[in-house]
């Protein structure tokens, strides 16, 4: 089946540094999504890519969809301690109806030391 | 608009117990997504449903249940309860290409 390889695991990064993970997997996917997690809540949607190659922002937050259209990566910059949590990419394979998956990644936990 | 609501936030069960879960996705959303969350295991589906029908499934025993309604709301259920089975249970809705979660269920399973 298919598999994310998401990494780091975890990281324990300074306020004001920049952060970057990613994710790789051995598929290709149509759309890849980023999320963040706090601790109790569910994941909120950070930003959502949908084209090989496509860049795209979020205020300090940019995530790429790799031209292979197997790989995605995430950066925060200046990082804050707001930023705390855990963060998950997820392909997404299929076209809708029964062929729709969205596969997770383990997750990066985000430290950030004020 | 309303997020994804879960219902109830928090429940402690014993083993054997059966228990049922509900959500509500964002309104005009018609797909729903269950899924089981572990620390060991991460973000697992479980099952989808469309239009009052089950789309998709997961990798789950068939302890595990779900149904939609004719108003997209969403139920899934768990049988004959295990130690294992607890876990943080998520609801997605979608629309179009991307998922929006819940904030879960936490079972505890004693």
């Known amino acids: 089946g298919q598999q994310l390889n998401q990494s780091p695991q975890s990281m324990f990064i300074q306020e004001g540094e920049d952060v970057s993970m990613n994710c790789t997997s051995s598929?290709?996917?149509?759309?890849w999504l980023w999320y963040k997690q706090e601790p109790g809540e569910g994941p909120v949607l950070l930003i959502a890519?949908?084209?090989?190659?496509e860049l795209t922002s979020n205020g300090r937050l940019t995530a790429q969809f790799g031209i292979t259209r197997k790989d995605s990566f995430l950066n925060i910059s200046a990082s804050i301690p707001s930023d705390v949590g855990i963060y998950f990419c997820?392909?997404?394979?299929?076209?809708?109806?029964?062929?729709?998956?969205?596969?997770f990644g383990k997750g990066t936990l985000l430290t950030v030391n004020p | 608009k309303a997020g994804v609501t879960q219902t109830p936030r928090y429940l402690i069960k014993t083993r054997g117990q059966q228990v049922t879960l509900s959500c509500s996705p964002i309104?005009?959303?018609?797909?729903v997504s269950w899924y089981q969350q572990t620390p060991g295991q991460g973000l697992q589906f479980l099952f989808e449903?469309?239009?009052?029908?089950?789309?998709n499934k997961g990798n789950f025993p068939g302890r595990f249940s779900g149904r939609q309604f004719s108003n997209s709301r969403s139920e899934m259920n768990v049988s004959t309860l295990e130690l294992g089975d607890s876990a943080l249970y998520l609801c997605?809705?979608?629309?179009?290409?991307?998922?929006?979660f819940g904030p879960g269920t936490r079972l505890l399973v004693l």
């Open positions: 997820a392909g997404q394979s299929g076209s809708g109806g029964s062929n729709y998956k969205l596969t």
């Open positions: 997605a809705s979608k629309l179009g290409e991307t998922q929006y």
């Open positions: 449903y469309f239009s009052e029908t089950q789309r």
């Open positions: 309104s005009g959303h018609r797909s």
């Open positions: 598929s290709i996917f149509n759309t």
């Open positions: 890519l949908y084209k090989a190659g």
